[in-house]
């Protein structure tokens, strides 16, 4: 005896696309909006934890830690860190932040004065000197009439404060350079722009 099978017909769901449109643009729409509404991260920043005199490593003060949104301009970080031996500018009152531009090397606390100098390219590492470097400083004096021109080292390790290369203009292939000083070093480096010339040597960190 043959038995008929017969098979009924399925109905699938039929493919909405402007429902699953919908659905993409809503959830686009849902991100967009818990961006919109989470909080800014914040940022550590280091502040006066009470009146800072100027001067002092920064070290031994009462820094304290806030958080904020931007730290442009702002020293930032949750702690003192490498700055410990760095130091304020002027005094700062409990709650003011730390501005980068308002703190200074310990080099400056040791040679406080700043000279210029203004030196072909040649003669200052090509210009490839930024703040922070440390230089040896080597003057050459014309000979005499019996005698050739010498070098001696004039100072050692001396801090650059700034570094500027002209690329442009009439000073091209000009470095304009500016070296913490005491008051020793500024006369000598004063007296030997005038009578010999000057080679800066980068020394390793």
Not at 15 to 24: M, S
Not at 110 to 133: T, Y
């Amino acid at each position: 005896m043959a038995l008929n099978v017969s098979a009924s017909r399925i109905s699938l769901p039929k493919f909405d696309r402007r429902t699953v449109v919908g659905g993409i643009l809503a959830a686009i729409t849902a991100l967009g909006v818990l961006q919109l509404t989470q909080p800014p991260e914040m940022l550590p920043i280091l502040v006066a934890g009470s009146d800072l005199v100027a001067g002092r490593p920064l070290g031994g003060l009462d820094i304290d830690v806030r958080y904020v949104e931007s730290t442009t301009g702002l020293v930032a970080g949750d702690s003192v860190g490498d700055l410990s031996d760095w130091s304020l500018r002027v005094p700062l009152e409990e709650g003011e932040p730390l501005v980068a531009s308002l703190i200074q090397p310990p080099e400056l606390l040791a040679s406080p004065n700043v000279i210029a100098l203004s030196l072909a390219a040649e003669n200052a590492v090509l210009g490839k000197l930024v703040a922070g470097d440390h230089v040896d400083v080597y003057v050459t004096l014309p000979g005499g009439f019996d005698t050739g021109p010498s070098t001696v080292l004039l100072a050692s390790r001396v801090y650059v404060v700034e570094a500027v290369v002209f690329d442009a203009s009439i000073n091209r292939g000009k470095v304009n350079i500016l070296l913490a000083v005491d008051d020793g070093l500024a006369g000598q480096l004063a007296a030997a722009s005038h009578n010999g010339e000057i080679d800066l040597v980068r020394v390793a960190p």
